[in-house]
């Protein structure tokens, strides 16, 4: 039954919110204002409306003044909606004959003049009054939760996800986009500032993913389609060919020792080119899942040149002792294709991670240009006990008249490389000042250098870093403040000879210097992977304006994003280092969790209904829907909707020709009445 | 009116978007022009021409429209169709009489408060320069025209005395839009 005008009893609340809202706008005057207006029993005005007494207070007027409809003027309806609601609905009322204004983000906090403001809030309070009147009891439908769990990336951040989802139980997808799952950390030498070595912490989390009951490890793919919603997604993955069959590979790694490349010969990624793989290899000692792969642009039983649709073409022309090697295992296979597969699952973590700040983007440093100019990453890798030189420091330029590789004497580490910079990213990478200074112990350890330190500030706020900072000072590390201008080979002077000269300007002292040191060392910054858009689109997640994934609340939803049942971790979200990336990959397990537990989720009832007896069958909204959930009755000529499937964008609504499908919450009536209040003020 | 003439401006915000971009706006305090109030859509896909029109009728001097940017879209396509229907509404405006930047649409990301600013600045400002818009003075008007010049063609076929062929101009009605 359709409540007429006079049934209506609205009660109208505004709320202070402590000075954040009665700064600027006079909330007793907007109280009185709606107080005249129609339909309008109560209209009050109360300090905090979100606290327990404020929601006690409608309760209690809802029983006393008989009110059966609520309206709260406070502030966003994505913020507190939820909490009156659920107040309202307390009281005894439906939920849904509730309506919230917002007079904080959307007036208050915005504007200057305390008159306009005040203006404002009472147009806004008026809308919400003509709009309530028309507002129906709805009811929330709940939908079952598919239990599995998709998590994107093998970083360290997947894999706390990965295996805390597990080990309560639940059914998870690991997929990494690399041979191997560990992410950067697996590339890191030591962590800060405990110095206990990465690989120590992170080899046994990586193989209790790889043999976990519960997870389903898929590295070298892929996601590629993701659809549905919260409860209810379906993936796509992509299995990229690896020419292994992962199930017969034992990882013996025969095949790499007879490979008919006796000497491994292209540049190995793992370590940032600086070793040397074969055709066929694994990428690292600790690789998990402990399965070869082989590069078809390299072996020599691919052709160079490709099948139209881009995968390589098998030559046979090689001599396949790899395939010897293998023998009755049986596990290489050139014919391999790549592979979809699809899943079910309930939510997804996303945690993609981040990629280094390419040092070229800054050409006054030198990177690619001296050989002595290296990355934090490439020094990660040289001073690590199984990198390409076994974690001797040597450098990469001329050798020794001997022949024998020289070694620095002294080092110079640039902070700040790729952060902080209005030519290159304007954000703190947060790691840089740790990891350099982690570095400047290790390279000093391992060479007995002089260490200089290039910085704009040093910035340690965490656990035991300024302590770390500290140990650093005594150990004699020198740390020049300033941004350095230029990395040159230009000798000035015959100590110059040879070396590479940093050119900075000491602020402290306020002098510019010339410091001669043997390598240079760029602290590059975090920077969102190349593909973040891409990745955005594809799990309809938003990205901040400098590319990191958008969290639904900076705040108080730090793992969430704008689409349920999606979570973030880790340096996807914005930079951050291991502790922090591994707190946020448990909050976000928590998180999926904590939605799987409770075994369905609630959806708003805004979804869109055709009226039977104005449907004209005209078809005009049924390719409109992007889900397919309007269906047409042949036999009576009307279009229907399938509730199941709509997810209440209401485009359907906006274009119906003959006004006969209606959104719930969104109903025409509604929005018109919206209009007409707004509108109605001198 | 003794009170300064300052455009309004209506503005339909989709839930994903642009509406959280006007509340980040809120949150990171930037300041604009008082002169919007916004609505709450799903999607920009919901937004109706006729919600337009009625806008514009009623009194509004601008329909601010905001949405996902393409491919964005929450609803996977609802903007694409938003912008459909706005393209062919501006040409319908245009022949109206009504100039084409009192309409607008905007694409406007989660994370772009300060672009929520800076459209709504922009567009008081244009709104301004181009004066009121009026409506509902207009229509009253034409309505007191209609209705003056129903009783003048009364007047003079009362005066010519009665038309046996043709009946008599029926009563002039009540102003529709006073």
Known sequence: MKATRDEVRIGFYVCHC????????????????????????????????????????????????????VVVASCSPLLHEHTFRSAVEAGGLNPFYFHMVNIREHDSWVHTDRILATEKAKALARAAIERVAHHKPLEIKKVPIHPDVLVVGGGIAGIHAALTLANAGKKVYLVEREPSIGGHMARFDKTFPTLDCAACILTPKMSEVGSHPNITLWTYSEVVKVDGYVGNYTVQVKRKARYIHEDLCTGCQDCIANCVYKEPKFADEFNEGLGKRKPVFIPFPQATPQVVLIDPEVCLNFKRNKNPDGTPVVSDKCKKTCVEACGERGAIDFTQKDELREIRVGTIIVCTGFQTFDARRVPAYGYGIYPNVYTALEIERLVNASGPTGGEVVLRGPKNPDGTPRKPR??????????????????????????????????????????????????????????????????????????????????????????????????????????????????????????????????????????????????????NTFTDGVFLAGCCQGPKDIPDTVAQAGAAAAEALALIDRGYVEQEPNTAHILDNECSGCKSCIPLCPYTAILFDETRQKAYINEALCKGCGTCVGSCPSGSIVQNLFEDEEIFSEIRGVLAYD | MTKEWSPRIVAFFCNWCTYTAADLAGVSRLKYAPNVRIIRLMCSGRVDPQFILDALARGADGVLIGGCHPGDCHYVEGNYKMLRRFTLLRRMLADLGIEPERVRLEWISAAEGEKVKRVINEMTEQLKALGPLGLPRKFAEWDREVIALAREVQDREAAAGPCPERPLTPEPQEAVHA
């Not at chain 1, 909330?27 to 129609?38: F, K, M, W």
């Not at chain 1, 300090?47 to 008989?66: A, F, T, V």
């Not at chain 1, 402290?508 to 001669?516: K, M, T, Y």
């Open chain 1, 410 to 559: 002294s080092i110079g580490i640039i902070h700040c490389v790729g952060s902080r910079d209005k030519k290159t990213n304007l954000w703190c990478s947060r790691v840089c000042c740790m990891y350099s200074m982690k570095l400047a112990h290790l390279l000093k350890e391992h060479t007995g250098a002089e260490i200089y330190n290039f910085y704009i500030d040093i910035r340690t706020p965490g656990k035991g870093y300024e302590e770390f900072y500290n140990k650093l000072l005594e150990e004699g590390t020198h740390f020049i403040r300033g941004r350095v201008g230029e990395v040159t080979d230009w000798a000035m002077t015959p100590e110059e000879e040879g070396k590479l000269v940093i050119r900075v300007e000491d602020t402290l002292a306020g002098v510019v210097r010339r410091i001669p040191v043997d390598m240079v060392v760029l602290a590059t910054g975090l920077e969102p992977r190349a593909d973040a858009a891409e990745v955005r689109r594809l799990f309809n997640m938003s990205c901040g304006g400098d590319g990191w994934f958008l969290e639904r609340h900076p705040k108080l939803a730090p793992v």
């Open chain 1, 18 to 69: 402590g000075h954040n809202i009665a700064a600027l706008v006079d909330c007793p005057a907007v109280a009185r204002y709606v107080g005249t207006l129609p339909g309008v029993v109560l209209s009050r005005d109360y300090k905090y409306m979100c606290s327990d007494p404020g929601q006690e207070l409608i309760q209690q007027d809802i029983r006393e003044h008989r009110l059966n409809r």
